[in-house]
């Protein structure tokens, strides 16, 4: 059974860092995209950056572009968000997300269908 468990988060001023993890287990990692939403409250989930599964082709959604780079690391079954230059508009939960298909590349939340359980990260103005 496929588990992405993401971790990370916390509360951070503005201006400041975070470094967002997923691991994955259950399946062969290197094997598929990954990709991390995230979920404001009141508002719908978003996809603000997705990989290719070779680690060669990036995403970012145009409200994150320059502050937020997405890494994977095939070897430790991790991919990663940092997140720089965060504003209180960052302030949601990050899902650490995945296709149901191998060698499958896509740059839309809704092909997205394997869900970590979130993580919380909070911008302080």
């Known amino acids: 059974q496929v588990q992405l468990v993401e971790s990370g988060g916390g509360l951070v001023q503005a201006g400041g860092s975070l470094r967002l993890s997923c691991v994955v287990s259950?399946?062969?990692?290197?094997?598929?995209?990954m990709g991390w939403s995230r979920q404001a409250p009141g508002k719908e989930r978003e996809l603000v950056a997705a990989?290719?599964?070779?680690?060669?082709?990036?995403y970012y959604a145009d409200s994150v572009k320059g502050r937020l780079t997405i890494s994977r690391d095939n070897a430790k079954n991790t991919v990663y968000l940092q997140m720089n230059s965060l504003k209180s508009e960052d302030t949601a939960v990050y899902y650490c997300?995945?296709?149901?298909?191998?060698?499958?590349?896509?740059?839309?939340?809704?092909?997205?269908?394997?869900w970590g359980q979130g993580t919380q990260v909070i911008v302080s103005s």
């Open positions: 259950g399946r062969t990692f290197s094997m598929y995209g």
């Open positions: 997300a995945s296709p149901l298909k191998p060698y499958y590349y896509s740059e839309k939340q809704t092909d997205f269908g394997v």
């Open positions: 990989i290719h599964w070779n680690g060669d082709t990036t």
